[in-house]
């Protein structure tokens, strides 16, 4: 018997023409996205279909279409085998999709927290005032003292998603994340790639946008989930009804703890994770992570039928 975990992606997975395949077979994934274009106010599936990239990757836009396609994939997903998970995570942003596959959020109020958290990320930093890069090839510890040491002369830079071994996110004031960048190559990294995301999320830039949220929070109600899901920013803290607005108001400005989550996904037995959204980009985190953990995903017909053979075999 599997031993299954379910992660979901968050922002930078996105690409036109995600999700266009599932909608055309499945109608339970007609309607989220009917769902979610009358909430938003705009063909959420012509845009995840047509784009272009360009209004596919503004914030709000790439946070919002995510969030529906992880919602619907899984919801495919229960429809089409009794099988289910003792664990889900989400990376980031994922984390809502987690939150509202577990039951602890419904669809309409996790897509309505969506929405107003990215356009609080996107007011309180001003276009090109932030970015974020990753760091690949140098260990935790090494990027942790450049961001320190940098951070003293060029403003506010911090590790903000420790995604594997060897594989740092930074974030920050975009001067500071230049700096980061080229220092990084100069001790040893193999990789310093700046990343096409107009937020520098989860640093310190964000905790107006985070004291902003905090009131959001209070028009949602929180549910037990049928589902324990991990939080990003304490993994060996289980999401529930009185500490889950706290760990999303500090989700904004606290690092992702991803290479952690993915261990406490191990010591809890899971043998198994299926990806449940577009490209597979955990996929290749959780192996580098761990090699004994056996990878599927679900994107397409293809990958879900791939994966329905793989988990009944």
Not at 73 to 84: A, G, H
Not at 116 to 140: C, F, K, N, Y
Not at 242 to 269: C, F, Y
Request: charged residues 25%; glycine residues 8%; contains cysteine.
């Amino acid at each position: 018997m599997h031993r299954l975990g379910i992660v979901f992606p968050g922002q930078g997975a996105q690409y036109v023409g995600m999700g266009r395949d599932l909608h055309d077979g499945f109608e339970v994934v007609r309607s989220i996205f009917s769902e979610a274009g009358a909430m938003l106010g705009f063909d959420v599936a012509s845009l995840c279909f047509e784009g272009p990239q360009e209004e596919l990757d503004l914030t709000v836009n790439t946070q919002t279409t995510i969030l529906t396609l992880n919602a619907a994939i899984y919801r495919v997903f229960t429809q089409e085998t009794s099988l289910r998970p003792r664990v889900m995570a989400g990376h980031s942003l994922g984390e809502y999709s987690a939150l509202c596959a577990s039951g602890a959020l419904s669809f309409p109020d996790a897509l309505d927290l969506v929405r107003t958290r990215s356009r609080h990320q996107q007011d309180v930093v001003p276009l090109g005032v932030g970015s974020m890069a990753a760091v690949i090839g140098l260990e935790r510890p090494a990027v942790e003292s450049l961001c320190r040491e940098i951070s003293g002369k060029n403003g506010v830079v911090v590790p903000a998603i420790f995604n594997a071994p060897g594989q740092t996110v930074v974030s920050g004031l975009t001067a500071a994340v230049d700096s980061v960048m080229s220092r990084s190559r100069k001790e040893g990294a193999k990789r310093a790639i700046r990343l096409p995301l107009s937020v520098p999320f989860h640093c310190p830039l964000l905790v107006e946008a985070a004291r902003r949220f905090r009131e959001d929070l209070d028009r949602v109600e929180i549910r037990y989930g049928d589902t324990p899901v991990l939080a990003n920013v304490d993994p060996t803290v289980i999401h529930r009804p009185d500490n889950t607005k706290e760990l999303l108001v500090r989700h904004i400005s606290a690092p992702v703890r991803w290479q952690e989550t993915i261990e406490q996904m191990v010591l809890m037995g899971v043998d198994t994770i299926v990806e449940m959204g577009p490209r597979k980009i955990l996929s290749g985190l959780s192996r580098r992570i761990d090699g004994r953990i056996r990878m599927l995903n679900v994107e397409d017909r293809d990958s879900l039928n791939r994966t329905l053979e793989s988990l009944n075999a």
